[in-house]
């Protein structure tokens, strides 16, 4: 992906509404780009930015937490496609908290990680 297609995952990871990150997705989708490259190309990528800015302090956690959720979301989008284009899993893996703990983040985060890797 170009640069400039890169940023309209990074201003939809950062949007606080969910229908920016589905609409584009779905664009990319609908102009036959392949999951892979959606995933890695445009929401990782994205991601990866997020990641930098955090590093550098110029964004903070719960603007993290926001690109996360929307990642989520792009990626939910994407799975009836990797399973369209047959790419393979990599496999299961269970993860949880213990009962009654608010204290979830870290645990969705892994979470999110992992299935995007297992997409891979």
């Given at each position: 992906m170009k640069k400039e297609e890169v940023?309209?995952?990074y201003r939809a990871l950062r949007d606080t509404h969910l229908a920016s990150?589905?609409?584009l997705v779905k664009e990319y989708i609908e102009k036959r780009a392949s999951a892979i490259i959606i995933l890695n190309e445009g929401l990782i990528a994205a991601m990866g930015l997020?990641?930098?800015e955090f590093k550098a302090s110029k964004i903070w956690v719960p603007e993290v937490l926001l690109a996360a959720r929307n990642m989520t979301r792009g990626v939910e989008i994407l799975k009836p496609?990797?399973?369209r284009e047959r790419v393979p899993s990599k496999g299961k893996f269970i993860i949880g908290t213990v009962k009654?703990?608010?204290h979830?983040?870290?645990k969705n985060?892994?979470?999110m990680m992992?299935?995007?890797l297992a997409m891979r």
């Open positions: 940023q309209s995952f990150m589905e609409s997020i990641g930098q496609e990797f399973q009654g703990d608010i979830d983040i870290g985060l892994v979470n992992m299935t995007v």
